[in-house]
T-cell receptor, first 109, second 115 residues
């Protein structure tokens, strides 16, 4: 089955800096790659997604890149703010979604 | 409109008891998913419904786990003879379309604690 690895597990940045979270996947048939933000005790919320026919997608301060050949995708957050602090999950999906173990992002004011 | 609603939010049960967890998806959403999220980990797929049909139950850990969606709307995840390793947050998600590779909307989850 699909295996998704996510790095780093924790990430601490100063407000205004950029943050990058990386994921690798094993199943070359996966074709949909969402990213979720989960605040403590709350539901995961979709923040951005990308499909396998696209290499990059951007939405304001958030961007995702996908390298199908290398089977890895990354989340980039620019101009980080304290409210960006949360756990971020990547996922790879074909017939079902497989999630990474999450990255705890802390943005220090 | 209303998002995905799960009840109860918290459930404490003694080992060996049966529990039932409810999910109300977003109205009109065809696909419904159940996930198990252990502390400090990502959600793990349990099962998937398209309308009332359970198309994939490959993630259910054992035959003690059973899910249903009889009318293609509300779904119930039942765990029989609970064990301590069943303690986790159970998340439900729904999606508008039939395909599984679509954005999913999650509920707040049910935190299950087995004593």
């Amino acid at each position: 089955g699909e295996n998704v690895e996510q790095h780093p597990s924790t990430l601490s940045v100063q407000e205004g800096d950029s943050a990058v979270i990386k994921c690798t996947y094993s199943d070359s048939a996966s074709n949909y790659f969402p990213w979720y933000k989960q605040e403590l005790g709350k539901r995961p919320q979709l923040i951005i997604d990308i499909r396998s026919n696209v290499g990059e997608k951007k939405d304001q301060r958030i961007a995702v890149t996908l390298n199908k050949t290398a089977k890895h995708f990354s989340l980039h957050i620019t101009e980080t703010q304290p409210e960006d602090s949360a756990v971020y999950f990547c996922a790879a999906s074909r017939s079902k979604s497989t999630f990474g173990d999450g990255t705890t992002l802390t943005v220090k004011p | 409109g209303a998002g995905v609603s799960q009840s109860p939010r918290y459930k404490v049960a003694k080992r060996g008891q049966d529990v039932a967890l409810r999910c109300d998806p977003i109205s009109g959403h065809v696909s419904l998913f159940w996930y198990q999220q252990a502390l400090g980990q990502g959600p793990e797929f349990l099962t998937y419904f398209q309308n009332e049909a359970q198309l994939d139950k490959s993630g259910l850990p054992s035959d003690r786990f059973f899910a249903e969606r009889p009318e293609g709307s509300v779904s119930t995840l039942k765990i029989q003879r609970t064990q301590q390793e069943d303690s986790a947050v159970y998340l439900c998600a729904s999606s508008l379309q039939r395909q599984t590779n679509q954005p999913q909307h999650f509920g707040d989850g049910t935190r299950l604690s087995i004593l």
